[in-house]
């Protein structure tokens, strides 16, 4: 029998992890289809319910299920407990197993793909939801000099920070509160761009030789790297790899086996 994996989001049409995951099962020769499935906003638990029932091994949550796909496991990885989201589930034995690969596929495609140094560097994230508690932590674990949180509802931005004070120099706070300082890297992990919108960033947050970068990903620039683009940032990315190096490690994480990225995330380029 083809095992059977999935991913849920609302929305889910412009989801390209069903074709990431063929070419990652026709280069590894595993025996797996996948599939974009729409999850009802009130109605995520019990889609997962139906895939299980129907067979399916494992899948991935995107957008805006992650926080809801933690409450939902029977066991969670240690990444997936810090971060307060899951972005991978298992299924075995009538159990949820959760993990949490987004975190490092971002610093994979920010250290490998854009050659990008994190230690010693100035990090904004912006938003705090699912995407930036799954990338809190392995950014701190590469030793960034400062590490600032920014959202719409700065008390949301602290608590998060406070979460994770412990792996190293974070805070957060409001938008507003980012006037005068400048940053090496700005990762955008709010939603925001899905509605071609942008976070209201102040003038001179850039540093020279800047990184913008965000997680979402479109034809030409997301809201998000336009204004980027005006403000200053030097370099530009979206977010295409980390969604390619975050599935390889679900990939993983099913199959035991770990998919060769460059030729996936070319293909997708170039398509």
Known sequence: MTDRYCVFGNPIGHSKSPAIHAMFARQTGEDLVYEARLAPLDGFAASVRDFVAEGGRGANVTVPFKE???????????????????????????????????????????????????????????????????????????RPAALVVANRTAARADELARHFAALGPVRGGGFAELAGEAFDLVVNATSASLAGEAPPLPDGVFAPGALAYDMMYGKGDTAFLALARRLGAARLADGLGMLVEQAAEAFHVWRGVRPETAPVLAALRAA
């Open 68 to 142: 809801e796909a933690f409450r939902l496991c029977n066991a969670l990885s240690e990444r997936a407990r810090l971060a307060g989201a899951v972005n991978t589930l298992s299924f075995a034995d009538g159990r949820i197993a959760g993990d949490n690969t987004d975190g490092a596929g971002l610093v994979r495609d920010l250290a490998e793909n854009l050659a990008t140094p994190l230690a010693g560097r100035r990090i904004l994230l912006l938003g705090a939801g699912g995407a930036a508690r799954g990338a809190l932590g392995p950014l701190l674990e590469r």
